[in-house]
């Protein structure tokens, strides 16, 4: 079984999703920005893929400079608080499957989840080849 906790508005979120898929898997797809986080879930997501909550913080398009959040001062404690408050704050997309926990950026992470790739090409939105035709990992 496969999860994404995915954005639908993230390119790397739909490239990873689309990667996901075209390796011949259904995700259960969770809209983590409409579903939200509970402490115990993004404790156990981060301690899976070996993450803090200040490496998980997402801080491009997102409130954090705005809620005072990138001061290195803040603490895990507060940056759970407001990852709960605000479930964009937290850095995307994160894929489980039986192989790990991982937070996919760039997208081609996720090849190191799956047991099966997808048949070459592939691209990403943006043009970039992850796979060719070979299906040999580019990036």
């Not at 979120?13 to 402490?39: D, H, K, M």
Request: net charge negative; aromatic share 6%; proline share 9%.
């Amino acid at each position: 079984m496969i999860v994404i906790h995915h954005n639908p508005d993230c390119g790397t979120s739909r490239n990873v999703l689309s990667l996901i898929r075209a390796a011949g898997y259904e995700p259960e797809v969770i809209p983590y920005l409409e579903t939200g986080w509970s402490r115990p879930q993004l404790l156990a997501l981060f301690a899976a893929a070996d993450l803090t909550p200040r490496a998980a913080l997402r801080i491009t398009k997102s409130p954090a400079k705005e809620l005072g959040l990138l001061d290195p001062s803040v603490s895990d404690a507060a940056l759970l608080d407001a990852m709960l408050e605000h479930p964009v704050l937290v850095n995307r997309p994160i894929v489980c499957t039986p192989k790990g926990v991982r937070l996919c950026r760039p997208s081609e992470f996720v090849l190191d989840l799956l047991d099966r790739w997808p048949e070459g090409p592939v691209y990403k939105e943006d043009g970039q080849m992850i796979l060719d035709d070979m299906g040999h990992r580019v990036v």
